[in-house]
């Protein structure tokens, strides 16, 4: 039997406020980004379609809105934002807030050719900070906020999130909104305890499940709230 190659560690990066690492891989002409020393991989450029979906479907309610203003948090391996783009008209704009420095200048290297480099999209602005800081002060501004932070309401990279998930986090994120606008929400796993958060902060919710891969492998969580009119 042949051997097989072994992945590739190609770099690391520190995740800023938490005593961890995160590591670039390549096996084959596969990329993934794991936490260091933690089994497992966050995410893989083989296995987006859940990522896909949150992008799609948290921003087609706006193909015919002018001046759409979106804000998307963890920017990821970039497939969650190339899908808002193709979806987006051209007048809108997207925030993009990624804490882990490393990771925005990954996608702006090797990692940019797996979604077709939507950082090279006009339309878009990338921040080096944590999405709160961007959410906080915000006051009916956004049309769609998209949360890919961590690994979805139950924080596994960085403790802090969990305030982004919390009752008081999601009222915020309905405050920043505009009436009608959506948020979109990425998990690994399901939480009825979430969905009950989102309902309490004012949100008229729906949930999807999405296989991670084309309608195979692992099913991933997609909550999508609405704000009223």
């Known amino acids: 039997m042949a051997n097989r190659k072994r992945p590739q560690l190609i770099d690391t990066t520190r995740i800023p406020g938490a005593d961890r690492e995160l590591q670039l891989m390549l096996h084959d002409d596969t990329y993934t980004i794991r936490i260091a020393g933690v089994p497992g991989d966050l995410m ?12 799609t479907l948290s921003c087609r309610h706006l193909q015919q809105t002018a ?18 783009l193709r979806v987006l008209p051209s007048d809108a704009s997207i925030t993009v807030a990624e804490l882990v420095p490393g990771v925005v ?5 090797q990692l940019g050719q797996c979604a077709d480099y939507p950082l090279q999209d006009p339309r878009v602005t990338v921040r080096s900070e944590d999405v709160r800081n961007l959410i906080d002060p915000a006051a009916g501004e956004f049309a ?4 890919d932070v961590d690994n979805g309401p139950e924080a596994l990279t ?3 999130n969990d305030q982004l998930y919390s009752l008081s986090g999601l009222q915020r994120t309905f405050q920043a909104l505009r009436p009608g606008g959506r948020i979109g929400v990425w998990s690994a796993t399901p939480s009825v305890a979430f969905s009950s958060r989102l309902k309490a902060a004012g949100f008229a919710v729906t949930v999807k499940q999405v296989r991670e891969h084309k309608g195979k492998g692992a099913s991933h969580t997609i909550w999508l709230g609405r704000k009223p009119a």
Not at 67 to 84: C, D, H, K, P
Not at 105 to 109: C, F, I, K, S, V
């Open 144 to 147: 769609a906020i998209l949360l």
């Open 67 to 84: 001046n759409a203003r979106v804000l998307i948090g963890g920017l990821g391996m970039g497939f969650t934002l190339a899908a808002a």
């Open 105 to 109: 200048e990954w996608n702006l290297a």
């Open 158 to 160: 960085h403790p802090q």
């Open 44 to 55: 893989s450029s083989r296995a987006h379609s859940s990522e896909d979906a949150l992008g």
